[in-house]
Structure formats: C-alpha cells, structure tokens
C-alpha cells in the first residue's frame, strides 16, 4: 500500500509538504509514482508524477514553478512540496503508483487501476 501524509489548512500563499511512503513494497525502478486530486464535483486530476529510475517529472499547467515532486529512495518515499498555495489547490490528495505507466501516461489518465492508490490526504486552502 501506500500511505498518504502532510494535508491540512494553510493560508492562501502558503506552503505543505506531502509525503508518500510504500509499505510492503519498493519503489524499485519499475514504477512510475504519481500525486492527483480531486476537489468536490470534480474529477481527479493529475498534479505531477516522478520516475522511480531516473527521477524524471512531469506536472501539469497549474502547478508549474509552484510545485516540486521529489525521492528518498533509502524511506521509499515520494514528496511534493505545494508553495504559494491558492485557493483552488484545495482538494484531496492522492498518491499512487504504478508499474506499467511512463510519468506522462500516468498523470494524464488518472486510471483507478494503478497498482496502488492511497487514501488520500485533505488540503484546504483558505484565508
């Protein structure tokens, strides 16, 4: 599994960091590690996603320059350091991983059938 952490209130222009750890397994270089949310009546989206064995990135639009998805691979755990957060990052986030996807695949389709699916940590955005 994996297993989210960091979520919580912040005001607008804030920063968080979310955390990603596997349990039961290894980010080896198989996997391609992703973060999505989904804000209510929304479907889930795509943020940014991290090869696991060249550490390349992707991330949407919305966040670039805002964003940074990073590895520990010695905590098997990916982050992603939201700054300058705005009100509209406001949503539940997820991790995900997945063996069988590139970094671009992986954050455009969003598929509920990655390997895993964490359950996902809250961020509000608010004044």
């Known amino acids: 599994q994996v297993v989210e952490s960091g979520g919580g209130l912040v005001q607008p222009g804030g920063s968080l960091r979310l955390s990603c750890a596997a349990s039961g397994f290894t980010f080896d270089d198989r996997y391609a590690i992703g973060w999505f949310r989904q804000a209510p009546g929304k479907e889930r989206e795509g943020v940014s996603c991290?090869?696991?064995?060249?550490?390349?990135?992707y991330y949407a639009e919305s966040v670039k320059g805002r964003f940074t998805i990073s590895r520990d691979n010695a905590k098997n755990t990916v982050y992603l350091q939201m700054n300058s957060l705005k009100p509209e990052d406001t949503a539940v986030y997820y991790c995900?991983?997945?063996?069988?996807?590139?970094?671009?695949?992986?954050?455009?389709?969003?598929?509920?059938?990655?390997?895993?699916w964490g359950q996902g940590t809250q961020v509000t955005v608010s004044p």
């Open positions: 991290i090869s696991a064995s060249d550490g390349s990135t």
């Open positions: 995900s991983a997945d063996r069988m996807s590139t970094i671009q695949a992986m954050c455009k389709t969003a598929s509920y059938l990655y390997d895993y």
